[in-house]
């Protein structure tokens, strides 16, 4: 019908937008990024000095970096393990063909909608020694290990910032499990209801093989999602007490723009946790395919 | 056990899978429900009363939230933003997933590869080039400096979506039509673009649930107080009434309620595109 060349320049054009922003607001800045942690410089400042590899050497050197590290991996772990566990659960639960069912599902999913700063700020005075929940279980149900400073102790800090994310967001890892639970035909129940199976086989050998797919979108998300988080850990600690909940992203946002000249070091923190995405996310669908193929094959 | 004893039983465990389960929604929503309570009570009864009912309702906080928010504009930052990007994401990303689904060259394979590649690509990794840049550019503080920033990091997982989609709509329609004298510009947006409407809704609510909520990105490019949007500006009146708890619960509800109301009205949309959406990774 068309020519080669004009299908080309068709192409061409329908991709121009696109192509031209892509380009231009994305893959460049991905190679300025490295480009530019080799470098010492500040955000507002267009000189530079070229430092080589320093700002990786110096990676742990910078006070509150190895803790920033170890942070991000155990956050990002935890949160795809209890994500992913709270939204199978409100899943299978709200499953049932329960009479409130519906309901109850657009109340678990409606805190997806609010922001992770205003989550983090609600739970912040929740988790306060003086005036929060805790403070009341121990009054007046004398659970007094519930009466802690949640965020100023160094040691539940971080746990206690991610129990709120876990919160917000497990109405959107129940959807995504009920999706998955959609497909699983019924008559395979059925057939295990004569055999006289029980409900924890059931699950285990029926419903967790077959929402495998579920599973591995699921934790992928989780799992990067946590190794970027921000927003909650900004608007609750800061990255404090101390550097007790510091993160990679908390890092270099502080680096970068509220100490003079460290730009650098911020965008070799950046090119870090862009290879951890990267490789984790390689493995773990490396890993999860290879169960899904165990069970389709 | 007799059959009837058994169904009986299996109707009493329901009943309490029920109550358990209302009862654990309610400590879900207690957090907001808390929150709302405390937005109408004074500092007083906030100091002596701080969980629970207000003891009598006082709507002097929102006053203050209101104006020191500035809320209408900043309201009218969120909402225009989100619009305009959203309207450019669903064209940009329409457009440009038509000739990698229907054109088959070598080149339209490579840039589909491309866009697939840049989904993996975590915003971090771009944020300080892209501000400096910005800076250079006198982009910040502008608002199609932050549609900008919108349209290209949604853009690539919008064009997976729509090339998936496109590849499914026989091409018998957009060829009858070229026959009929129509140019490929008028057969996409005459004949296949009416029938994207299903990956578009997609398209539109996985947007609005990361742009309406950003925090971060807006903190850094919108930093003038009259074009702030709603996230960040709540997050500076934290900061200033750090001890104002009273104030600081009243500007949450106000900040946090257009989102729900945007959740109530789209509910079943935002189901099923959280789960198109979710392959994203």
Request: charged fraction near 10%.
């Amino acid at each position: 019908m068309i020519g080669k060349k004009r299908t080309f320049l068709y192409s061409l054009l329908f991709m121009a937008p696109a192509i031209i922003l892509v380009l231009l607001i994305n893959i460049i800045p991905i190679i300025q990024n490295f480009y530019f942690s080799f470098f010492s410089w500040d955000i507002l400042d267009p000189n530079m000095t070229f430092v080589g590899f320093d700002n990786y050497a110096n990676f742990f050197q910078t006070e509150g970096a190895a803790v920033a590290l170890k942070n991000t991996i155990i956050y990002a772990i935890l949160a795809a393990i209890f994500k992913n566990a709270a939204g199978l659960l409100f899943a299978l639960l709200l499953n049932m063909g329960l009479k409130t069912q519906n309901v109850l599902r657009t109340c678990i999913l409606s805190t997806t909608m609010i922001s992770l700063v205003i989550s983090g700020f609600t739970w912040s005075y929740l988790y306060h020694p003086q005036y929060g929940i805790g403070y009341f279980a121990e009054k007046y149900l004398g659970l007094s290990f519930l009466n802690q400073d949640w965020l100023g102790n160094p040691k539940l800090a971080l746990y206690a910032i991610l129990v709120v994310s876990i919160w917000q967001i497990a109405g959107k890892y129940m959807v995504i499990y009920l999706a998955g639970l959609q497909s699983v035909p019924k008559d395979l129940y059925e057939a295990s209801d004569i055999d006289g199976a029980g409900g924890w086989t059931k699950f285990k050998s029926i419903t967790v093989p077959l929402i495998i797919p579920s599973i591995t979108v699921g934790v992928l998300n989780a799992l990067i999602q946590g190794f970027k988080v921000f927003d909650e850990i900004y608007s609750m600690t800061k990255g404090g007490p101390g550097f007790a909940t510091e993160t990679l992203t908390t890092l270099m946002y502080s680096q970068t723009f509220t100490y003079s000249g460290k730009a650098g070091y911020g965008s070799s923190i950046s090119g870090i946790l862009f290879v951890i995405v990267l490789v984790s996310s390689l493995i773990v669908s490396g890993f999860l395919r290879k169960s899904e193929d165990a069970v389709y094959g | 056990m007799s059959k009837r004893s058994y169904i009986k039983s299996k109707k009493r465990v329901r009943i309490l899978i029920e109550i358990i389960m209302i009862i654990i929604t309610a400590v879900h929503l207690f957090p907001v429900f808390n929150l709302v309570c405390s937005s109408l009570k004074t500092s007083g009864d906030l100091m002596y009363h701080p969980v629970g009912l207000p003891h009598e309702i006082d709507l002097s906080n929102y006053q203050v939230a209101w104006e020191t928010l500035d809320y209408l504009r900043t309201l009218f930052n969120t909402t225009f933003i989100c619009v305009v990007s959203i309207l450019l994401i669903v064209l940009v990303g329409a457009f440009a997933a038509y000739p990698i689904a229907r054109y088959n060259l070598k080149f339209n394979k490579v840039m589909y590869y491309v866009f697939l590649a840049l989904i993996m690509i975590p915003g971090q990794a771009i944020l300080i080039p892209l501000v400096r840049m910005y800076y250079r550019l006198g982009l910040v503080n502008t608002y199609h400096g932050m549609v900008i920033v919108y349209i290209v990091s949604a853009a690539p997982f919008a064009i997976f979506l729509y090339t998936g989609f496109i590849k499914t709509i026989p091409k018998s329609l957009e060829e009858s039509a070229i026959i009929d004298g129509c140019g490929p510009f008028g057969a996409f947006i005459r004949i296949v673009f009416p029938l994207l409407k299903s990956v578009t809704t997609t398209v539109i609510i996985l947007n609005i649930m990361s742009i309406w909520n950003d925090f971060l990105m807006p903190m850094l490019i919108l930093q003038k107080k009259e074009m702030r949007t709603l996230t960040p500006s709540i997050f500076n009146f934290f900061e200033e009434f750090s001890t104002s708890w009273n104030y600081a619960f009243a500007a949450s509800v106000l900040v946090m309620l257009p989102g729900i109301l945007i959740f109530l009205l789209l509910q079943k949309h935002f189901v099923e595109g959280m789960v198109a959406g979710s392959v994203k990774s």
